[in-house]
């Protein structure tokens, strides 16, 4: 970091000084991290962005100092000026970058005065997440969070730099804009100046960046705040950050090799050992069948096996009946392991929740004899899966039987969950990939129509006659069985365009409603254009080695939405309603706020 500017209030980082800095007269400012009273030297821990450096106040050559440092507590501010001094040889901290050196602090100021914190802010101690949120301005104060912040930091930067070396210009579109059906439900937005009609905010920049390239920009960005109102998880929230590009001129191999040395820079910067370019790319055929998820982790095996052309003529009624129906059997080795009936039982019911009707098991003995529930496959039959999923003694097997959909994710997710209970991922290893060959459509049974599987403006392949075996020209960058980015080659003819929008059954009068700006575009020459966007929290998170986004965002959400910190979402007041023409069907939550702010314990009281 660079020195900040001298003023009244500090000259210095604290963690920037070293033992060449010794002899030196410096002014710190920051604030307490720790105290210890040695009856008659106080030490003090000052904090700032940069890091923490010890104060010594010496009652003798500075009593107004000492006598100030006898007030001080966690987490007040201070500034503080005086010599560098290289500790004594037995007080070295070899766990602090400064730990050669204190300062002998000749003054002291007290700039702001703060009660006990609600939890501990000089240590990684678990708290509940609520309390954390609740009081994210502390938090934030803590070393995890702001290498977290600082890591978000340089993945921006590193993404900037890169694409600004690329002749890439950085653009900004719309916050409030047109609701677009885009695959999530849009947060509305009521217009005052036009009583009865909304804005929504942008899922993504999709149509406006496709815009930038019929206006002749041909490579745009900009890190775009986005909003889905859709049910959160650990890798969701109602808004968040993405890298948003596009590019002129361009095919997939275009956009895919240039994205490769972009998240190459973003890997070194932030220190993730990710192997170097070009990374694997796996059709989303073969994701699917190998892996059950089209965001495969490949940092380990257990790779899913089709078994139903060994069982053919089954006589176990489970295989045959669903082989019967058109379904597939399929299976995995999970390798030697040593499994109660609880456990099995808890990972039966973990594929029941992602649609399997159950899980058969086998264990295979040492003369190959299986202890099994499935009692009725032949010798043959039990030899051909041992085969196909490559099982050895000792070796435990979990077949699923369902239609192909069903199998691949039930199998998908059992993967994950022996993953995690067994700890199959070597530490330190990241991998990524790219997935491509993605249909275009799927057919939407509820709604007996077809969706869009990407976005509607995503270029198909093959014939229209048959949308359910046409393909699109996508391709998603996944790392360690996240998806991290996602994008496509675009429609850039209006006539292809007005296609998709008859298979997704949309009308000419609706579709020129609802996207005629679009189509309008179209007509006046758009050039061949295709680009990415992608998830800079969750970037970040895997960088940091978080398990949720919300400890890579500054000011996050709950898993309901809510804001503990603001009390966010709230009702508004009646005349604001009026003003915008708006009447509520239903009452407001009981209690008045749905994110209403919870009191802790320590509010209020001094230290």
Not at 109 to 121: K, Q, R, W
Not at 469 to 498: C, F, K, N, W
Request: aromatic share 8%; glycine share 10%; charged share 25%.
């Amino acid at each position: 970091m660079r020195p900040p500017r001298a003023n009244e209030y500090r000259d210095a980082w604290c963690g920037e000084l070293r033992a060449g800095d010794v002899g030196a007269t410096v002014r710190v400012a920051g604030w307490v991290h720790r105290r210890r009273d040695h009856g008659g030297l106080i030490f003090i821990d000052l904090r700032d962005r940069s890091g923490i450096v010890q104060l010594v106040f010496h009652p003798d050559t500075a009593p107004a100092a000492h006598a100030l440092a006898e007030r001080l507590r966690p987490e007040h501010v201070v500034s503080a000026a005086g010599q560098l001094v290289r500790r004594e040889e037995g007080n070295v901290n070899p766990r602090l970058v400064t730990g050669e050196v204190e300062l002998e602090v000749a003054e002291a100021e007290t700039l702001a005065e703060s009660p006990t914190p609600p939890f501990p802010v000089d240590e990684e101690t678990p708290v509940d997440e609520l309390l954390r949120l609740r009081h994210r301005v502390i938090d934030l104060r803590r070393e995890g969070m702001q290498r977290s912040m600082a890591l978000r930091h340089t993945v921006n930067r590193a993404m900037r730099d890169f694409l600004n070396a690329h002749d890439f210009l950085e653009l900004e579109t719309p916050i409030v804009t047109r609701s677009t059906p885009e695959g999530a439900r849009d947060f509305l937005v009521p217009s005052r100046m036009s009583p009865g009609a909304f804005y929504a905010l942008p899922q993504s920049p999709q149509l406006f960046k496709q815009m930038l390239m019929m206006a002749g920009f041909e490579r745009y960005y900009q890190i775009a705040r986005c909003f889905r109102d859709e049910d959160l998880r650990a890798d969701r929230q109602p808004e968040f950050t993405q890298l948003d590009l596009e590019m002129s001129f361009v095919g997939e191999d275009d956009v895919i090799e240039l994205m490769e040395a972009m998240m190459a820079r973003v890997f070194e910067a932030t220190e993730l050992p990710v192997g170097p370019p070009p990374w694997p790319r796996m059709s989303y055929d073969e994701a699917m069948a190998r892996y059950g998820s089209d965001r495969p982790d490949i940092r380990f095996g257990l790779e899913i096996a089709d078994l139903g052309d060994g069982l053919a003529g089954t006589e176990f009624k489970v295989f045959a009946n669903v082989l019967a129906g058109g379904g597939v059997v399929r299976g995995l080795n999970a390798g030697a392991r040593e499994l109660a009936r609880r456990e099995l039982d808890e990972l039966t019911e973990h594929v029941r929740r992602y649609g399997a009707g159950g899980l058969v098991w086998a264990f295979v003995g040492e003369d190959g004899e299986w202890r099994s529930p499935a009692r009725a496959l032949s010798d043959a039959e039990r030899a051909d899966i041992a085969r196909r999923l490559s099982a050895r003694p000792g070796d435990v097997l979990f077949i699923v039987a369902d239609t192909e959909a069903v199998a691949a994710t039930a199998l998908g997710e059992l993967r994950l969950e022996l993953s995690r209970r067994f700890g199959l991922v070597p530490p330190g290893r990241h991998e990524t990939l790219w997935v491509v060959g993605f249909p275009a459509f799927e057919w939407n049974d509820g709604e007996r129509r077809w969706d869009a599987v990407h976005h509607p403006f995503t270029m198909p392949t093959g014939d229209f006659a048959d949308p359910g075996a046409m393909r699109a020209r996508a391709y998603d960058m996944v790392l360690d069985g996240t998806e991290i980015g996602g994008g496509s080659i675009r429609v850039h003819r209006p006539e292809i365009q007005q296609e998709v929008f008859r298979v997704l059954g949309i009308s000419e009068a609706e579709a020129d409603e609802r996207f005629g700006f679009l189509l309008e575009a179209l007509r006046y020459g758009a050039p061949p254009h295709g680009g990415i966007a992608y998830g800079i929290d969750r970037i970040v998170a895997i960088a940091a080695g978080r398990d949720s986004i919300r400890d890579v965002i500054a000011f996050p959400k709950t898993a309901s939405g809510a804001d503990p910190l603001t009390g966010a979402p709230a009702p508004v007041d009646a005349p604001q309603l009026a003003e915008l023409g708006l009447r509520l069907a239903a009452p407001p939550p009981a209690g008045g706020k749905l994110g209403a702010r919870v009191a802790t314990p320590s509010e209020g009281k001094s230290p």
